[in-house]
């Protein structure tokens, strides 16, 4: 049944980015509104089609079944300085099940001229922060920096630390000072341009990129709180 829906979806088509781009050029609700018919048809339909389609290749890689969640294309104004209505990406998050207060999860970004794969945790709770620099301060940190490290020589980005310094309780010159200033840590593939998203090849391009980024994503979902 999960092979029948990662074919049956078609892939993106371009009219999505041409949409996206259009968006970004009348960002404003008479435009949305207007034009809420193409909105429907080249950007919820086939998020919503794709989203079935990866989460059922990740069950399948994973062997842990996954929700997935297609961020709003309204933006949230009441603290934004930029008072735009609409977001101009289309961004997806695929989450395992799991106990974890924050597990790890797979992430899709397209935007109006790049694509984006990741994966890892934007920020942990304060209790999984602490059991994350617990396992960085020992030999679990060690394998942690090795993937990075490997990930980073392969061309793969490395989110940046949150922290100036390295939070108290721990010398200022770790071995891993670096990874204890993060509050949470994730790794991206980028794509130069958004012709990776188009066609029937994208499940596929997404699956291959998503196991790249594996290391990580299985050391984080060892995370278990004290």
């Known amino acids: 049944m999960q092979n029948m829906e990662t074919t049956a ?7 999505t980015v041409q949409f996206l781009k259009a968006l970004k050029t009348n960002n404003s609700r008479e435009w949305f509104t207007a034009n809420k018919k193409t909105y429907e048809q080249v950007y919820k339909r086939p998020a919503k089609a794709f989203s079935g389609a990866m989460a059922a290749e990740l069950e399948q890689l994973t062997g842990i079944p996954h929700a997935s969640k297609i961020f ?11 008072k735009t209505p609409y977001n101009t990406h289309l961004h997806i998050s695929f989450i395992p099940h799991s106990d974890l207060a924050t597990p790890p999860c797979w992430f899709f ?16 709770d304060k209790t999984m922060l602490e059991v994350f620099r617990n396992r960085i301060d020992s ?12 990930l980073r020589s392969n061309g793969v ?5 949150d922290l100036q310094r390295v939070p108290s309780g721990y010398p200022k010159d770790h071995r891993h000072a670096d990874l204890l200033r993060h509050k949470g840590v994730s790794a991206w593939i980028d794509f130069e341009d958004t012709d990776a998203a188009i066609g029937d090849s994208v499940v596929d391009t997404c699956l291959n990129g998503f196991k790249r980024l594996w290391p990580v994503f299985d050391w984080l979902l060892e995370m278990k709180a004290a």
């Open 9 to 15: 979806f078609p892939g993106f088509a371009p009219e």
């Open 72 to 82: 709003r294309v309204n933006r949230d104004l009441r603290f934004a300085k930029d």
């Open 109 to 124: 970004g397209l935007d109006t001229g790049s694509l984006a794969l990741g994966a890892g945790v934007f920020g942990f």
């Open 139 to 150: 030999k679990d940190g060690d394998l942690l920096q090795s993937h990075l490290s490997t």
């Open 157 to 161: 980005r490395i989110s940046d630390p």
